[in-house]
């Protein structure tokens, strides 16, 4: 069975700590997203990647950076913590196609409380 | 930046009748999908149609796609506690370089 794992179900960080949520793929797919998920808010694309060491950013990076060394491993950094980033975490993969042609596999998800 | 806006958002019947979920979008689109998320877990992807399509079944699945208002519904027929979850549609489009936006969801609750 085809698979997301995300590394953590539920976190709890201080603020100011630097945070890594990690994310592996065992599908070979090309693609990799991070999303947060707010009620009221829905699910806002945060960075993604379409290849190895390749990154772009979503509608809303600030406050975030990613790490893609691997095809497998997608990795959501949270460099200094805030309480504004306690939020269900989402991760997804998916093939390659033109624009978008496959659906997406999802994590999880990791419920970050930052205090 | 929200691209699918659904409705109802939240929606209550009884085992065995049918659900239905509308979700209306902005801009032209590559393609739309619906995903189910239960409670506190990710999302699954049920159903992909394409721009050039305007029905797909899957199982007591049936979506509808209509270009011409922006628009799109989810079907499920016979409905099971199980189906309990909350829906999402979710779109791709060619401004938006290819990535999945996604709409605030439909809460549904099937009662036995």
């Known amino acids: 069975d085809v698979k997301v794992t995300q590394s953590s179900r539920y976190l709890v960080k201080r603020t100011g700590e630097k945070v890594f949520l990690e994310c592996v793929q065992d599908?070979?797919?090309?693609?990799m997203f991070w999303y947060r998920q707010d009620p009221g808010l829905g699910l806002r694309l945060i960075y993604f990647?379409?290849?190895?060491?390749?990154?772009e950013k979503g509608d809303i990076p600030e406050g975030y950076s990613v790490s893609r060394e691997k095809k497998e491993r997608f990795s959501l950094i949270l460099e200094s913590a805030s309480t504004n980033q306690t939020s269900m975490y989402l991760c997804?993969?998916?093939?390659?196609?033109?624009?978008?042609?496959?659906?997406?596999?999802f994590g999880s998800g990791t419920r970050l409380t930052v205090v | 930046s929200q691209q699918g806006e659904e409705d109802p958002q939240a929606l209550s019947i009884q085992e065995g009748e049918n659900a239905t979920m509308n979700c209306s979008y902005k801009?032209?689109?590559?393609?739309l999908q619906w995903y189910r998320q239960n409670s506190g877990r990710g999302l699954v992807h049920l159903i992909l149609?394409?721009?050039?399509?305007r029905e797909k079944h899957s199982g007591r699945l049936r979506v509808t796609l209509d270009t011409s208002k922006k628009s799109s519904s989810l079907l499920i027929t016979a409905s099971r506690a199980a189906d309990t979850a909350s829906y999402f549609c979710a779109s791709t489009s060619y401004n938006q370089g290819g990535k999945l936006i996604f709409g605030q969801g439909t809460e549904l609750s099937v009662k036995p």
């Open positions: 599908m070979d797919h090309e693609n």
């Open positions: 801009t032209s689109i590559n393609n």
């Open positions: 990647s379409y290849d190895v060491k390749m990154k």
């Open positions: 997804a993969s998916s093939l390659t196609g033109t624009m978008g042609d496959y659906g997406y596999t």
């Open positions: 149609i394409r721009s050039n399509e």
